[in-house]
């Protein structure tokens, strides 16, 4: 869980470059926020913070108590390590990596879906996160 939401955003608009799709939540465009509510059934007082929207079938969102997508739900407190396996595993240049693989606690592993160019900052947000 994040107890300070306001050093995630922070920490955002620090290293954000020229993104298309992915955005603090406030800044989504007001349709977008709509597609994203009737996608997702959020916890009381769950906070959204940071999303990534392309279509009801490729979205994530990160919120105060979770990181949601159209594939999975994780708590983040359930969130044990963030891997860049595409760049340093596989060897593709930074400008290539659309992806981040998020191991859970219970060694469940998941990928989560990119905007390209955007996988430093998600994996510094995210990394930020899990150690506080």
């Known amino acids: 869980m994040i107890k300070n939401i306001n050093i995630v955003r922070a920490k955002f608009k620090r290293i954000k470059k020229d993104f298309f799709k992915t955005d603090l939540y406030e800044n989504l465009d007001e349709n977008l926020?709509?597609?994203?509510?009737?996608?997702?059934?959020?916890?009381?007082?769950?906070?959204?913070?940071?999303?990534?929207?392309?279509s009801a079938n490729n979205y994530w969102l990160l919120t105060d108590i979770r990181l949601i997508t159209n594939n999975f739900i994780i708590p983040l407190d359930d969130i044990e390590i963030i891997n860049i396996p595409e760049v340093f595993d596989e060897g593709r240049r930074n400008s290539e990596c659309d992806s981040l693989e998020i191991v859970k606690k219970d060694s469940g592993v998941y990928m989560l879906k990119l905007e390209k160019l955007t996988w430093y900052v998600i994996f510094n947000v995210l990394t930020f996160i899990i150690r506080h």
């Open 33 to 54: 926020q709509y597609q994203i509510n009737n996608n997702i059934l959020f916890l009381e007082n769950e906070i959204p913070i940071l999303g990534y929207f392309v």
